[in-house]
């Protein structure tokens, strides 16, 4: 089935940003198994990826103020690469390696999956993806549908020719669906503008300084730590329901106790500021990206001992964004109008978030078949999002980054936390400690990679 394939504006506008500031925002999943994997079965799996959400590139307009276009990427996926043994020790750096290898949604390839075999028999699959082509659950459909051997079918065209007269004939398309689009832009103009003089007070505020470490920081590009954690679900359950909450206030309450930790309350009152990934995909949905964001503050003091307060705040949180439209995606539609230039200080204007935000994504319960990249299970899965070329000046000035994803899965909750510390030591061990910490306040414990 054919659906239409320009971009979405929010796609867009990731997309433009990204190129404007030279960064890349990746997906990963990793699946552990303590065994040899079924080659065979893998690279059957790679086929059928093809015909998910990674099946496709993005080709921009040919006109400055164009929308870009979904068309077909086959062919330019990577093939599976199966690496030389490695220890087990070294699962946490090659999983780093292969977040760090070049993914570009335009050009391909989109998407790279490779195999670590290790010296005692396991085994280690990563699957890296760019963010511009989907988002967390784009990415366990797409999963899901290829270990199955199933296909969405989008039907997506094949890239234009390069051809003088295949950009012409393209210009003269996007020319005309942009004119079909000017009377939601002019509605748009006009909704920007009510917005920005109601806001003008806050707009012309300066921005608060992020600690000492304002303006410090250097041109070098860093790497921001890693790590998974593996809890029993059954412990995970127990310890939420005798602390009056659920499985998503239990992930909020950790990630408020590990913000606090890492200097991150921002919030009023020395809250921890929780932004809230919320799907809104549908059936038949094409977007990379089909979410909103929830906003909530936690206060980190209390979530050990009683959850129910911030329990109650995450509803109404996620209530409120399902009930209120969120009013940066006014400025949406204007996105192809944007001087490249301003795209990278756009995306404050579209998050306006808090001070020091934590984001937290709770994928809630997987299907068995996310596990059986290869048909059987795996011992372990987790999710992670990545940011490639992270410029130290830049997630300095920012006040640190800290970011965890979590998913239920047989018997096991994955929690994994991505976070960067101003002045810290910023290390994997470091950031291992910190998680340690945290589950102990809660009387859990787990694995830790």
């Given at each position: 089935?054919?659906?239409?394939?320009?971009?979405?504006?929010?796609?867009?506008?990731?997309?433009?940003?990204?190129?404007?500031?030279?960064?890349?925002?990746l997906?990963?999943?990793?699946?552990?198994?303590?065994?040899?994997?079924?080659?065979?079965?893998?690279?059957?799996?790679?086929?059928?990826?093809?015909?998910?959400?990674?099946?496709?590139?993005?080709e921009?307009?040919?006109?400055?103020?164009?929308?870009?276009?979904?068309?077909?990427?086959r062919?330019?996926?990577?093939a599976?690469?199966?690496?030389?043994?490695?220890s087990?020790?070294?699962?946490s750096?090659?999983?780093?390696?292969?977040?760090?290898?070049p993914?570009?949604?335009?050009?391909g390839p989109?998407?790279?999956?490779?195999?670590?075999?290790?010296?005692?028999?396991?085994?280690?699959?990563?699957?890296?993806?760019s963010?511009?082509?989907?988002?967390?659950?784009?990415?366990?459909?797409?999963?899901?549908?290829?270990?199955?051997?199933?296909?969405?079918?989008?039907?997506?065209p094949a890239?234009?020719?390069?051809?003088v007269?295949?950009?012409?004939?393209?210009?003269?398309?996007?020319?005309?669906?942009?004119?079909?689009?000017?009377p939601?832009?002019?509605?748009t103009?006009?909704?920007?503008?009510?917005?920005?003089?109601?806001?003008?007070?806050?707009?012309?505020?300066?921005?608060?300084?992020?600690?000492?470490?304002?303006?410090a920081?250097?041109?070098?590009?860093?790497?921001?730590?890693a790590?998974?954690?593996?809890?029993?679900?059954?412990?995970?359950?127990?310890?939420a329901?005798?602390l009056g909450?659920n499985?998503?206030?239990?992930?909020?309450?950790?990630?408020?106790?590990l913000?606090?930790?890492?200097?991150?309350?921002?919030?009023?009152g020395?809250?921890?500021?929780?932004?809230?990934?919320?799907?809104d995909?549908?059936?038949?949905?094409?977007?990379a990206?089909?979410?909103?964001?929830g906003?909530?503050?936690?206060?980190?003091?209390v979530?050990?001992?009683?959850?129910?307060?911030?329990?109650?705040a995450?509803?109404?949180?996620i209530?409120?964004?399902?009930?209120?439209?969120d009013?940066?995606?006014?400025?949406?539609?204007?996105?192809?109008?944007v001087?490249?230039?301003?795209?990278?200080?756009?995306?404050?204007?579209?998050?306006?978030?808090?001070?020091?935000?934590?984001?937290?994504?709770?994928?809630?319960?997987?299907d068995?078949?996310?596990?059986?990249?290869?048909?059987?299970?795996?011992?372990?899965?987790?999710?992670?999002?990545?940011?490639?070329?992270?410029?130290?000046?830049?997630?300095?000035?920012?006040?640190?980054?800290?970011?965890?994803?979590?998913?239920?899965?047989?018997?096991?909750?994955?929690?994994?936390?991505?976070?960067?510390?101003?002045?810290?030591?910023?290390?994997?061990?470091?950031?291992?400690g910190?998680?340690?910490?945290?589950?102990?306040?809660?009387?859990?414990?787990?694995?830790?990679?």
């Amino acid at each position: 089935m054919r659906h239409a394939n320009r971009l979405a504006h929010l796609d867009q506008a990731m997309f433009d940003a990204m190129r404007a500031g030279n960064r890349a925002q990746l997906m990963q999943c990793l699946w552990i198994y303590e065994h040899p994997v079924d080659l065979d079965a893998l690279q059957r799996f790679h086929h059928h990826l093809n015909g998910t959400f990674a099946g496709r590139l993005i080709e921009r307009s040919p006109l400055p103020f164009g929308r870009h276009r979904w068309v077909s990427g086959r062919g330019t996926e990577c093939a599976m690469v199966v690496e030389s043994p490695r220890s087990r020790d070294d699962l946490s750096d090659w999983t780093d390696e292969q977040a760090a290898l070049p993914i570009d949604p335009e050009h391909g390839p989109g998407w790279r999956l490779a195999v670590l075999p290790m010296t005692d028999g396991a085994s280690a699959v990563s699957l890296v993806a760019s963010h511009c082509m989907a988002d967390g659950v784009a990415g366990i459909v797409s999963v899901i549908c290829a270990a199955k051997g199933e296909s969405l079918n989008f039907g997506y065209p094949a890239p234009r020719h390069r051809s003088v007269r295949a950009g012409m004939r393209a210009a003269r398309t996007d020319l005309a669906a942009t004119a079909r689009d000017m009377p939601e832009v002019l509605r748009t103009i006009g909704a920007a503008v009510r917005l920005l003089v109601r806001r003008r007070h806050e707009l012309a505020r300066p921005a608060p300084a992020v600690g000492s470490m304002t303006g410090a920081g250097s041109a070098r590009i860093v790497t921001v730590p890693a790590i998974s954690l593996f809890l029993d679900v059954d412990d995970w359950d127990s310890c939420a329901k005798a602390l009056g909450g659920n499985t998503y206030s239990l992930l909020a309450g950790f990630a408020a106790r590990l913000g606090a930790r890492m200097g991150r309350c921002g919030g009023e009152g020395g809250a921890v500021n929780l932004l809230l990934a919320l799907s809104d995909r549908g059936l038949d949905d094409t977007r990379a990206n089909a979410m909103t964001i929830g906003n909530v503050g936690v206060d980190p003091t209390v979530v050990t001992s009683d959850l129910s307060t911030a329990r109650a705040a995450i509803r109404a949180a996620i209530q409120a964004r399902r009930e209120t439209r969120d009013e940066s995606e006014l400025f949406l539609p204007l996105i192809p109008f944007v001087p490249r230039r301003a795209m990278t200080r756009l995306s404050d204007a579209f998050v306006g978030a808090a001070g020091l935000p934590v984001s937290c994504s709770n994928m809630g319960e997987l299907d068995p078949a996310f596990s059986r990249a290869d048909g059987t299970d795996a011992e372990f899965v987790v999710m992670r999002g990545i940011d490639q070329n992270v410029v130290e000046r830049d997630i300095v000035r920012a006040g640190g980054h800290l970011v965890l994803v979590s998913g239920r899965l047989g018997a096991k909750i994955s929690i994994s936390v991505v976070g960067y510390q101003p002045g810290a030591e910023n290390s994997k061990a470091w950031l291992r400690g910190l998680a340690a910490q945290v589950l102990s306040e809660f009387d859990l414990s787990g694995v830790i990679v």
